[in-house]
């Protein structure tokens, strides 16, 4: 074989890898289809559930948030340049490190347009089947960054964890999702942030006509005792934020709570706030969510 033709096989072998990697990539997002032309090389996160997926592909993205108000987070990101925060992206920052993509999602997504002055931008928004979003933004980040395996790793790690849960709630009677947030309280349905717990695991709710909207439906402690819910599941969006206020079980340690089947069952669930609602859609923040889920369900069994 002739150095000529050896040096010509070689060309036609580069040629050919330049050409698969330039060509154009479409994914789902939330608001629509989005082609890119090539696969991004740099990609800057303005939402932490994107930061938690992009890492958990092995991916570190060039620029990011902060604060993130998660520490399972803090290793992944460590050294990364910070970009503004979640409602106040930094333009300059983000505009010098030239990215090929900016990802915006629920709390950033209000600066799209401005921020597609610097790059083209995707909107990674988590809706309300948290799961199903999660999912899909799994499928568009692993086809933006080559980590389909790692992808199929995880998908399938989130598909095993949803069957154990829906195999543990079959026979827990109904469910009522309640937010405290300090001493205010609210509940949400099926249709809500958190109506995965519902339809993902197929567990009925505790009061059928609770009318959603982003915030829930504000209630008192005598709602809930009328409502008399088989379990309670919690979320506590002032420990989320770090706001400083009286924690949820502060809040609910009282006879109008004392007094329903939940607590005197001892099937009250404290998820963890900051992968629920800072982080809902994350990979990691649905694998660690379903796996608190998982134990305070074989603990209250």
Known sequence: MSLRFLRYFSFLVTLSATSVIAEPITVETAAGPMTVAER?????????????????????????????????????????????????????????????????????????????TIAPVADMTIGTDM??????????????????????????AISDRLERARAMVA??????ILMTNGPKLSVFGRDSRFGWLHTA?????????????RHG????????????????????RGQAVGEGTENARATLDNDLIHDTRAWQSGRVIYLTPAE?????????????????????LAESA
């Open 40 to 116: 991004p090389e740099s990609i800057v996160a303005l939402d932490v559930a994107a930061i938690d997926t992009l890492t958990a592909l092995g991916v570190a993205p060039s620029g990011v948030v902060a604060p993130l108000f998660v520490n399972y987070l803090d290793e992944a990101t460590a050294g990364l340049p910070a970009v503004g925060s979640l409602f106040e992206p930094d333009f300059e920052a983000i505009a010098a490190l030239n990215p090929d993509l900016i990802v915006v999602g629920g709390r950033s997504v209000a600066m799209a347009d401005a921020l597609s």
């Open 131 to 156: 799961i199903a979003d999660g999912l899909s933004r799994l499928d568009a980040y692993a086809a933006l960054t080559g980590t389909g395996d790692t992808a199929e790793d995880l998908r399938r």
């Open 171 to 176: 026979d827990r009677g109904n469910v009522l």
């Open 201 to 213: 695991l197929n567990w009925p709710q505790a009061v059928d006509d609770i009318s959603e909207s």
């Open 217 to 236: 439906e504000a209630v008192t402690f005598e709602y809930i005792a009328a409502a008399d819910p088989d379990t309670l599941v919690v979320i506590d």
């Open 276 to 296: 629920t609602y800072i982080a809902a859609g994350g990979t990691q923040a649905i694998i660690r969510t379903l796996d608190d889920l998982i134990a305070a």
